[in-house]
Structures are given as structure tokens and as C-alpha cells.
């Protein structure tokens, strides 16, 4: 074993300020865990003269990524300054120079993860990425050790603290979406552009590499199915609480008889669900096993420090890895061919909100088209809409095929009797 493990950090922003907090302040604890010291020995940032939260001695700070990546002394790259292209040719190369690599990374992983975790194992190297989803919460470690014995069928996650954070603050304060997100930017959650958090791709990038170690296929940010909650709007919401549901954006995967999907969407659950009650910023992850059945993991998903401890972690496991000689050796090749579902094949029930024709013979119109696509009402509202001649109902529907449901949407959003289809919703978590 080294006298020492030295670390190369490319980012020292706000995970990267939380990594180097965490080394620093837990020096003693990681020693007694490794054996040996940590030193942060390099750390490239864009703009060496910018305030930081963080006392690092200058002459380690540059501005030239070239210089952690090829030094010699570097046994360990932790990157934690984002972006794609560029950072998928510094991690190969890292890696092609025999140093194992830490990321954060989820927008690169989710498009790249299968390719890079090959060239790890190829150069008998370590890729780790748990702060990758869901933060601090360890959850790929949970699914790749604790529940390495079981076969996962579902996991549902509240994976993306400013949706959470915005669907929490419009259902329970009434406050406006537009205000909520600000909110969102100025507590730190929210992405530098926004719209991936709120049009959902946030999550659905982390669904794709839940999913893949979780099925253990390779699933790719494409295969999500994706949809965010930019159109959820107040009276969505208080009908959902009217009918006893709560209004999240889930990510889901599921895997029946080897065939998975992939989605992200605004989801209405059962106020009683475990994961109704995650409000806020705060993340988690449902996991269904054949074996061990329900188990749900909860925590911050964001943020330097709870970030930072999920970076250090697997920092921990390289070096014992290093100690123990089997570096590389953890990458697993996934075992199944990824098959998606069809239309067909996806199930589920679904909110709908319609404004009808408050008429003589528009229920029997909507009846019918509903038995003509074999899709049935578990629940039903209707209240007059005030000095209109319309009505507005809100229908829970029985479990369906989304093909069936898709297919009487599109009759709804065309037939006579219907004003307008206000907003339309999976719900999960029924019987
Ligand atoms: P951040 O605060 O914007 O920090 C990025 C850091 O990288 C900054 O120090 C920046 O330098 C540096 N950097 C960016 N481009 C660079 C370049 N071309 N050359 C050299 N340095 C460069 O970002 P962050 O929030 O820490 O996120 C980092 C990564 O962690 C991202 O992949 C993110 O998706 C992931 N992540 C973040 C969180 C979170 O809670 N923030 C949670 C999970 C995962 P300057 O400081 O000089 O600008
Ligand atoms: N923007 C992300 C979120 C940060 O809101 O969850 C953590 O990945």
C-alpha cells in the first residue's frame, strides 16, 4: 500500500468544496478505514482567482485540466465539474492512465455509463458513481451490495429535489409555480438551467442508471420515457387532495418477464404510499425485490455535503480496493439484453380532467367511448363549472393498457360532448 492515496480533483465547486471539506475535516476516520492518508494533491477549476468556501494552498489549484490528469502522483481523479463531451474524454484518459475515477456525474453516465465502466475494467481501474442519484443517499451501493442476492422488479423514485421541492409548496402553501422555482434557484437545488429539473430529464438520467444496475441491462437516457411537471397547474393538484392522492414526479422502472420500461412523470399516489410523505428537497427511492419485497430509502438528494459524503465513500472503497489488490475487478457486464415494452405490455390507472357539455346525453357519449376501449371508472367527480354551460369531471380510472388509454384520449380530445381535456395523470401505487 501507498504511503499515501493522492487524490486529482477536476471541479472544486459545490460538491467539490464539500469533497475537499470532508477529506480535511475527516482525515483521522479515513486513515483508520484505509490505512493510510488522503491528500488532495491537484484541483483544476475554471477561474483560479474566484472565492472559494475552502482553504487549499494555492500552488494546487490550476487552471489547466491537463495537469491533474497527467500527473504522475495521481492515483485517483474525482471529477466533479459536470458537462459531457469533454469530461468523457478526460475520464478515459484518466483511466487509460491507470487512475481510478469518482464521479458525480449523471448527465454523462446516463448517456456513457456502459462505455466508460468497459474501459474501467479494461485498465484494471474503479469507476464509482453513487452521488450520481439521489445524492447523499446510497442508494447504487444498496442495489449493487445489499441487495445483490435479489432479483428487483420495481423501483419508484422521487429522484429530483426541485420538482419535489415545487410540488410540495404549490399542494401545500398554494404558492405559484413561478415563485416556488425561484425559490428553488436561490436554495441551490435547482440545475444552472432549470429545465432540466422541471421537463424532468434531471431524473430521467438518473432512472437510466438506476435501471441499469438495478436490471442489470443497460438502459440509456433514450429509453426513458419522459414527461415533467411544467403543465401541473393549481387545480390539478387540488382535485388530486379532493380524491386522496398526493401529486410527485416518480420516476418508475419496472421489469415483468424480463421486459422493462422506463419512465418519468407526474404521478398521483395514494396519500397512504410511502413515498407521498417525501416533501421538500428530499429524495427517495422505493425498491420492490422478488425476495425481500418492499424496502424505500430516504435522504437529502442534493447539496455539497451530502453529495460530497457520497463522493468520499466511494473514494473509500477504491482505496480499499487498491489495499486489497482488486481494483477493476467490481464492474459487472450487465446480464440481460435490455427489451422495452410496448403500449401494450405497460399498465397502469390514470387521472383524467375533462370539461364537458353540461348536457342531456353527454355522460352516455362518454360511457361508451370508455367500454369501446375496455377502460373502466374506479373513481368519478363531476361539479358544475359557474356561469358556464359546462361541467368539470375528474375520473380515476381502473388499471389499463397505455395503449388503450392513449387511444381514448385521443377520441376525448376529439368528440362533441367534450370542451376541452384539462389534464391527464398516471396514478400508481393502487390495487
Ligand atoms: P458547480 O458548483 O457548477 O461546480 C463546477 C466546478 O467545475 C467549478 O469549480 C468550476 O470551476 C469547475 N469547472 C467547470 N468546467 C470546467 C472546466 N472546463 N475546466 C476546469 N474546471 C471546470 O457544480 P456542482 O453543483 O458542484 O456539480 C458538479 C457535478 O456534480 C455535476 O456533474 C452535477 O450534475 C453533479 N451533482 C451535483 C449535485 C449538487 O447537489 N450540486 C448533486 C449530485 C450530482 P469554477 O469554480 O472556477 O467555475
Ligand atoms: N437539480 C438536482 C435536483 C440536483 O434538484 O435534484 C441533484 O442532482
Do not use: W
Not at 446510497?138 to 428487483?152: C, E, F, K, T, W
Not at 404510499?273 to 420492490?288: D, I, M, R, T
Request: charged share 25%; with cysteine.
Amino acid at each position: 500500500m501507498a504511503k499515501s492515496v493522492r487524490v486529482g480533483l477536476l471541479g472544486l465547486g459545490t460538491v467539490g468544496t464539500g469533497v475537499v471539506s470532508i477529506i480535511q475535516r475527516h482525515q483521522k476516520e479515513l486513515q483508520h478505514q484505509v490505512g493510510c492518508p488522503v491528500e488532495v494533491v491537484k484541483v483544476a477549476v475554471r477561474d483560479k482567482t474566484k472565492a472559494r468556501n475552502i482553504k487549499l494552498a494555492d500552488e494546487l489549484i490550476t487552471e489547466d485540466i491537463e495537469e491533474v490528469l497527467s500527473d504522475p502522483e495521481v492515483d485517483v481523479i474525482i471529477e466533479v465539474m459536470g458537462g459531457i463531451d469533454a469530461t468523457k474524454n478526460y475520464i478515459t484518459r484518466a483511466l487509460q492512465q491507470k487512475k481510478h475515477v469518482v464521479t458525480a456525474n449523471k448527465d454523462l453516465l446516463a448517456l456513457h455509463g456502459a462505455e466508460l465502466l468497459k474501459v474501467a475494467a479494461e485498465n484494471g481501474c474503479d469507476l464509482f458513481y453513487e452521488a450520481s442519484v439521489a445524492g447523499g443517499i446510497p442508494i447504487l451501493r444498496s442495489l449493487s451490495d445489499g441487495l445483490s442476492a435479489d432479483r428487483i422488479t420495481k423501483m419508484m423514485g422521487i429522484v429530483n429535489g426541485t420538482t419535489n421541492y415545487i410540488l410540495t409548496k404549490m399542494s401545500q402553501e398554494g404558492s405559484s409555480y413561478d415563485d416556488v422555482l425561484k425559490q428553488a434557484q436561490e436554495l441551490g437545488f435547482a440545475e444552472s438551467d432549470p429545465t432540466s429539473d422541471v421537463e424532468g430529464l434531471d431524473a430521467a438520467r438518473k432512472m437510466a442508471i438506476l435501471a441499469s444496475l438495478g436490471f442489470s441491462t443497460n438502459v440509456s437516457f433514450g429509453d426513458v420515457s419522459v414527461r415533467g411537471i411544467s403543465e401541473v397547474t393549481e387545480a390539478d393538484l387540488y382535485y388530486c387532495e379532493q380524491l386522496g392522492y398526493t401529486m410527485k414526479l416518480i420516476g418508475l422502472a419496472k421489469r415483468d418477464d424480463g421486459r422493462i420500461e422506463v419512465s418519468v412523470q407526474p404521478t398521483l399516489l395514494p396519500n397512504a404510499h410511502p413515498l407521498a410523505s417525501v416533501h421538500n428537497e428530499y429524495n427517495a427511492v422505493y425498491v420492490h425485490g422478488e425476495a425481500v419485497g418492499e424496502t424505500m430509502f430516504y435522504g437529502p438528494g442534493a447539496g455539497s455535503l451530502p453529495t460530497a459524503t457520497a463522493v468520499v465513500s466511494d473514494l473509500v472503497t477504491v482505496m480499499r480496493n487498491m489495499r486489497l489488490g482488486v481494483n477493476g475487478q467490481s464492474v459487472l457486464v450487465p446480464l440481460h439484453e435490455k427489451v422495452l415494452k410496448e403500449a401494450t405490455e405497460i399498465e397502469s390507472q390514470y387521472f383524467l380532467r375533462l370539461n364537458v357539455i353540461d348536457k342531456a346525453g353527454t355522460f352516455s357519449t362518454i360511457t361508451s367511448l370508455f367500454a369501446e376501449y375496455e377502460v373502466s371508472f374506479e373513481k368519478l367527480l363531476q361539479l358544475p363549472i359557474d356561469g358556464e354551460e359546462l361541467a368539470e369531471v375528474i375520473i380515476i380510472t381502473h388499471k389499463t393498457s397505455k395503449e388503450n388509454y392513449e387511444n381514448l384520449y385521443q377520441r376525448l380530445t376529439n368528440v362533441e360532448v367534450v370542451d376541452s381535456v384539462q389534464s391527464s395523470y398516471r396514478v400508481e401505487g393502487g390495487k
